[in-house]
């Protein structure tokens, strides 16, 4: 069975960094696309950034230049670094993968989610 669980979430003032992490467990066979998305109270869950197999990367606008994703794939693991945090970036953040296990095709996958808070 595969899993997708989140790391690295908390609180942070104005101006400060956080990495988040999503690290894939159980019966993978290969990871595609890795994404971070977010969600704030009252609004539409969005894309923050996604990053192919080959390392090519795209970023939502407001993560431009702030935001770096990556992913090792040894670890099966990606990562959102965030830095020059704003309020505007508090959100619930969850990370999927379109990955395929030992059977069947591939398919997307979603965490719970990790909580980033950042204060004015």
């Known amino acids: 069975q595969v899993q997708l669980v989140e790391s690295g979430g908390g609180l942070v003032q104005a101006g400060g960094s956080l990495r988040l992490a999503c690290a894939a467990s159980g019966s ?5 696309a890795m994404g971070w998305y977010r969600q704030a109270p009252g609004k539409q869950r969005e894309l923050v950034a996604l990053i192919t197999s080959g390392g090519s990367t795209n970023y939502a606008d407001s993560a ?4 770096t994703i990556s992913r090792d794939n040894a670890k099966n693991t ?3 670094q965030m830095n020059s945090l704003k309020p505007e970036d508090t959100a619930l953040y969850y990370c999927n993968a379109d990955l395929k296990g030992p059977y069947g ?3 997307v996958y979603w965490g719970r989610g990790t909580q980033v808070t950042v204060s004015s």
Request: no cysteine; net charge positive.
């Open 78 to 80: 990606g990562y959102l």
């Open 105 to 107: 095709p591939p398919r």
């Open 64 to 67: 431009k230049g702030r935001f």
């Open 28 to 32: 993978i066979f290969s990871i595609n």
